[in-house]
């Protein structure tokens, strides 16, 4: 779970700070950088698997395409001077992992802060394009007796914070950054621990972050901060993959644009109702039976031991068989959401873009209602039936926003804050609203319902600009 996201010099993301909870909901008008927040975040998680370069070209990237400039990704990226962005993500993590060997991994501490900066270099010596240097990059722990005062979103004691935050009492970094002869030298160490000899590697010229390195359980605490991170998904799901039938042998997890959604299914009703699959099936078709205008009795994998093939089938109430490739785009959208639902393997972060997109006004409150229980419930133990999973999406749909819990919600606009260079720049501001646990009481930087009265005053189904409202 990433409980605060910093990020400075990122695209239009200029010293901003943001507290994340289980759920929330970021609603501005286009063009504000909205997509920017889920952009930082896919970078982070890019770059556990890759190099800073691939990294840099993958956000956005489709199908896994590589493009595009490194100072694409710098706020002045294309200006004189030095390009520097800086990151740093609070995060709780799993309390085991698995290293790429199969096995168990348990860290010291479950609540961690990552920290890494990243400056750019011009190309030299015959190379055809610049590249991303690591200037800094830090993991520590937060210890559990600060927990409660980065932990503000409303959650209870017992069955969350004191289940999920677990630590021993030590003030030393997991990996760490000094100076030596002005160059910049990354140290793991042993598990945070200072006795014995710190793992340094100079920073200069690495293709990588230290952090993306270690696929070990000799440390286990900087492991399962990796996969944390890697957990960290953008759903971008489109109709062309959801309507795909899947080979037996295809992976059993559904991909990010809804590839392998049978395959998926099919693992979930077999491993979670082994006995009685029909009843993982029958739940699906209920949550997908909100949608109103769809009649749908009960739905079930169907494998065609022939071809070797798994596709869904929706049974309608008046007896009509459907594929999955009939379904409306909309209703792709919300099955599969459906199947995530079921599934305790998707943990981590899941981000959302619009996801209203396809869904008729009167199914919004399904939608919602829907994205909204994909994330844990704070009030209840972690297990099966509640996976530690968190939600992020945005929207500026006026039908979302109210419908969304105000605490749940972030107003995007844009603001004027200095630039590195100490010129002013344009960048993003998500203000939460007054009296909700993100304000914490502060005299400023919290917004009121006149910031979002167009919102409130529109009609669910309207699409509209919101004009930034004067500070």
């Not at 909901?25 to 890019?46: H, M, P, R, Y």
């Not at 739940?283 to 065609?304: K, Q």
């Amino acid at each position: 779970m990433l409980t605060r996201l910093e990020v400075s010099g990122f695209k239009n993301l200029l010293d901003l700070r943001v507290e994340f909870g289980p759920f929330t909901c970021i609603a501005g008008e286009n063009g504000t950088g909205k997509s920017n927040v889920f952009d930082a975040t896919q970078f982070l998680s890019l770059l556990t698997d890759h190099s800073m370069i691939e990294a840099a070209q993958a956000v956005r990237g489709t199908h896994g395409t590589l493009h595009g400039d490194a100072r694409d990704l710098f706020w002045n990226g294309y200006a004189d001077g030095e390009h520097l962005m800086r990151f740093a993500a609070e995060m709780i993590v799993p309390g085991e992992t698995e290293d790429d060997f199969g096995r168990l991994a348990e860290p010291t501490s479950t609540f961690l802060r990552y920290e890494v900066h990243l400056g750019y270099q011009p190309p030299q010596g015959g190379e055809r394009g610049g590249r991303l240097t690591l200037r800094y990059e830090d993991l520590s722990r937060i210890r559990p007796s600060e927990a409660l005062s980065h932990l503000r979103f409303p959650h209870r004691a017992a069955d969350f914070r004191n289940a999920v935050v677990r630590g021993r009492r030590s003030n030393s970094p997991y990996i760490s950054t000094s100076l030596e002869t002005g160059d910049a030298v990354v140290s793991i160490h042993a598990d945070g621990s200072r006795r014995g000899q710190p793992r340094p590697a100079p920073a200069s010229r690495a293709p990588q972050t230290m952090l993306s390195t270690i696929n070990r359980n000799d440390d286990p605490t900087i492991l399962t901060a990796r996969r944390e991170m890697q957990s960290w998904r953008r759903l971008a799901l489109e109709p062309s993959a959801l309507r795909t039938s899947d080979a037996y042998s295809d992976p059993s997890e559904m991909q990010p644009d809804g590839l392998h959604l049978p395959r998926s299914l099919d693992r979930i009703a077999r491993k979670k109702s082994p006995d009685d699959p029909a009843r993982i099936y029958s739940r699906v078709a209920g949550r997908l039976s909100d949608l109103s205008g769809l009649h749908v009795r009960t739905l079930h994998v169907e494998a065609d031991d022939t071809r070797e093939l798994l596709t869904i089938k929706l049974h309608e109430i008046d007896g009509m068989v459907l594929p999955a490739r009939s379904l409306s785009e909309g209703t792709l959208r919300f099955l599969a959401l459906c199947v995530l639902l079921e599934d305790p393997q998707v943990h981590g972060l899941v981000c959302m873009e619009e996801p209203e997109n396809g869904i008729h006004p009167a199914n919004l409150s399904a939608m919602v209602d829907l994205v909204r229980d994909l994330a844990v419930d704070p009030a209840l133990p972690v297990d099966d039936d509640n996976p530690f999973r968190q939600v992020l999406i945005n929207t500026h749909s006026p039908g979302v926003v109210q419908l969304v819990d105000p605490a749940d919600l972030l107003i995007a606009d844009t603001t004027t804050v200095p630039g590195a260079d100490g010129k002013a720049a344009r960048g993003l501001r998500l203000r939460p609203l007054a009296d909700t646990w993100r304000a914490g009481g502060a005299g400023k930087g919290y917004g009121t319902k006149a910031d979002i009265l167009a919102y409130l005053t529109a009609p669910p189904e309207a699409r509209l600009t919101l004009e930034e409202s004067a500070s």
